[in-house]
């Protein structure tokens, strides 16, 4: 029903940038909230950054607030994860996720709230 295609990841020095993409398909992504989500090697997918259907309404966990920016284009169909002065720590992949269920903000921080996920794309930062 729902398609995530997400692209960007790679490789950067510590307090460098990337920016992540993903791509939705369906003509009615704009009625979705969307989040990204990131897992490392031997730990729990954990929350990153939510974004309500509109675009109005920004949640970041406290690990990345104020260095990464979650943002959408509706017209594109595709959410972004611009990550800024980054860490050895943020090493993950990546997973961007989409809320086509409604379970809104009681659950947006974690997985529990979503129902659609991308492919994950690898961020690798070098120390």
């Known amino acids: 029903q729902v398609q995530l295609v997400e692209s960007g990841g790679g490789l950067v020095q510590a307090g460098g940038s990337l920016r992540l993409s993903c791509a939705a398909s369906g003509r009615t992504f704009r009625n979705y909230d969307m989040g990204w989500f990131r897992q490392a090697p031997g730990k729990e997918r954990e929350f990153v950054a939510h974004i309500n259907w509109s675009g109005g309404s920004t949640y970041y966990a406290d690990s990345v607030k104020g260095r990464f920016t979650i943002s959408r284009d509706n017209a594109k169909n595709t959410v972004y994860l611009q990550m800024n002065s980054l860490k050895p720590e943020d090493t993950a992949v990546y997973y961007c996720?989409?809320?086509?269920?409604?379970?809104?903000?009681?659950?947006?921080?974690?997985?529990?709230?979503?129902?659609?996920w991308g492919q994950g794309t690898q961020v690798t930062v070098s120390s």
């Open positions: 996720a989409a809320d086509t269920l409604f379970a809104g903000r009681r659950y947006m921080d974690t997985t529990d709230g979503y129902d659609y």
